[in-house]
């Protein structure tokens, strides 16, 4: 990545740890109103444990809702963050689940070493430049087979965010997508599409969610 490819990645992490304490107030509870989303994550259960179970990771799993709301469904899932903020206040509201600091850009997990990956809402700030970059991460992580669940906010624009969660002040792309597109990476990547689904709910005013497995 080039000298200014960096800055946004920067510019995010700033974002998220200052306003990582009213994010968990804002969104402990988003989950509860979105059956349609609980039905995917149950899916996504579903489909690890016929796998025969492993590690799960939440990447870009900010405060730590998802991760906790997997290992409700029996999954050993774990979060990693970009936000050393974030990642603090996940690691108090869920105590003794791992959390650990890192990114979907330069992911340091073995090759192989989970069967199930989410992206919650997360890569809505990585640029389309990088993306292919990401989702290649995402399979050498992966188990074959292994699922992959993504959602994402649909649109074709990007934003620039600047304040956000009680006012805090953020800078933030966000980068709305279509299913076409999002899936065209996919299986340039290596991913077969299970299901897809464009709905609104309190996760998002017109969300897409996106399940995938791994191809051999």
């Given at each position: 990545?080039?000298?200014?490819?960096?800055?946004?990645?920067?510019?995010?992490?700033?974002s998220?740890?200052t306003?990582?304490?009213?994010?968990?107030?804002?969104?402990?509870?988003?989950?509860?109103?979105?059956p349609?989303?609980?039905?995917?994550?149950?899916?996504?259960?579903?489909?690890?444990?016929?796998?025969g179970g492993?590690?799960v990771?939440?990447?870009?799993?900010?405060?730590?809702?998802?991760?906790?709301?997997?290992?409700?469904?029996?999954?050993?899932?774990?979060?990693?963050?970009?936000?050393?903020?974030m990642i603090?206040?996940?690691?108090?509201?869920?105590?003794?689940?791992?959390?650990?600091l890192?990114?979907?850009?330069?992911?340091?997990l073995?090759?192989?070493?989970?069967?199930g990956l989410?992206a919650w809402?997360?890569?809505?700030?990585?640029?389309d430049?990088?993306?292919?970059?990401?989702?290649?991460h995402?399979?050498?992580?992966?188990?074959?087979?292994?699922?992959?669940?993504l959602?994402?906010?649909?649109?074709?624009?990007?934003?620039l965010?600047?304040?956000?969660?009680?006012?805090?002040?953020?800078?933030?792309?966000?980068?709305?997508?279509?299913?076409?597109?999002?899936?065209?990476?996919l299986?340039?990547?290596?991913?077969?599409?299970e299901?897809?689904?464009?709905?609104?709910?309190?996760?998002s005013?017109?969300?897409?969610?996106?399940?995938a497995?791994?191809?051999?």
């Amino acid at each position: 990545m080039g000298p200014n490819a960096d800055d946004w990645l920067a510019d995010t992490r700033t974002s998220y740890d200052t306003v990582a304490a009213s994010y968990a107030e804002l969104t402990r509870h988003i989950l509860d109103e979105a059956p349609e989303e609980r039905a995917a994550l149950a899916l996504f259960a579903d489909l690890v444990c016929a796998q025969g179970g492993g590690l799960v990771a939440d990447v870009g799993c900010g405060t730590g809702r998802i991760t906790g709301h997997l290992r409700t469904l029996d999954l050993d899932a774990f979060g990693i963050d970009l936000s050393p903020g974030m990642i603090d206040v996940a690691r108090r509201e869920h105590p003794g689940v791992r959390f650990d600091l890192g990114s979907m850009t330069d992911l340091t997990l073995a090759d192989t070493s989970v069967t199930g990956l989410v992206a919650w809402y997360s890569l809505i700030h990585i640029p389309d430049n990088e993306i292919s970059s990401v989702l290649a991460h995402f399979r050498r992580v992966l188990r074959p087979g292994g699922p992959l669940l993504l959602s994402f906010h649909v649109g074709d624009e990007s934003q620039l965010k600047t304040e956000g969660y009680g006012g805090h002040p953020m800078k933030v792309y966000v980068h709305r997508r279509q299913h076409e597109q999002t899936i065209e990476w996919l299986n340039e990547a290596g991913f077969a599409l299970e299901t897809h689904k464009t709905l609104t709910s309190a996760e998002s005013k017109l969300g897409g969610i996106i399940l995938a497995r791994r191809q051999p």
